[in-house]
């Protein structure tokens, strides 16, 4: 009898990755911001017990994977967890589920809704068909422990700190809260360093006398980036800029990669390829837009 031919892609494309052994599949979960409920955590721990070998793999982008699935098991850990609302993970030439950190909602250093952002850019973008693939992370501030500067697209959270002098009493509880040196007390009043400024926000955390406030908090957009074989530190695009540009400079990126970008090639190649200002004439109408 001939031998049932295996569609591969068919099962990779489901979110089950070829193991090293034979007919043995990781089944790769989608899992938005690094947040799983109790009740899906549960059924997932049920399928690795009854599909796998009993524990799960938590990978460098938050996702969940189930090794050792038998590839006669596939379809029905598919079915079982998609009943339980719990989707096939992103793999091949597509978007992946987006990446990021606690942000304002847990972390005491956050200054944007990061789960709110990535499950907006998430439910529009995600297992969208691009040229290689598209990695995008949203961070809470300037400390950026999500990595956003090696994603192709990166989302990082930052305030522009104000001073209003007529509070301040020179206490320099600032000066030592930033971590920059971006602020000196001089004659009793605290002066902040544009240059050296990483747009954190420590400093207004720290003043206790209503000297310092945010003049305005929005997303510093880095583009190109990448990890692996050959890591790429994203270009900085844009400070500050608030949900609508976010949102418009995403649209605008990713339609300009779909279109320009050559098969198998990712992002930063492609502005490599073709120079940042070709990229950025693409986007220039929200770059343009004042701060
Ligand atoms: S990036 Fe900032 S907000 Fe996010 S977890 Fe790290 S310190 Fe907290
Ligand atoms: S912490 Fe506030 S009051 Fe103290 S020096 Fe800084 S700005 Fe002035
Ligand atoms: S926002 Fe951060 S880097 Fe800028 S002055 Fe304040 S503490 Fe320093």
Known sequence: MAEKKIDMSSIKSKGFLPQRQENMFSMRLKVVSGNLDAEKLRAIADAAEKYGSGYVHITSRQQIEVPFVKLEDVEAARNELEEKGISGGSAGKKVRAVVACQGNRVCRHGLIDCENLAYTIDEKYFGEPVPKKLKIAVTGCPSACVRPQDNDFGVMGTVKPETLEENCVGCKLCEKACKMGAIKVLEEKAHIDAEKCILCGACITACRKDALKAEKTGCTVFVGGRAGRQPKQGVKIIELADEEQL????????????????DGERLGDLIDRQGIEKYLDTIRCMLYTEN
């Open 247 to 262: 949102f418009s400079i995403l649209e605008k990126t990713f339609e300009y990669y779909r279109r320009e970008g050559l």
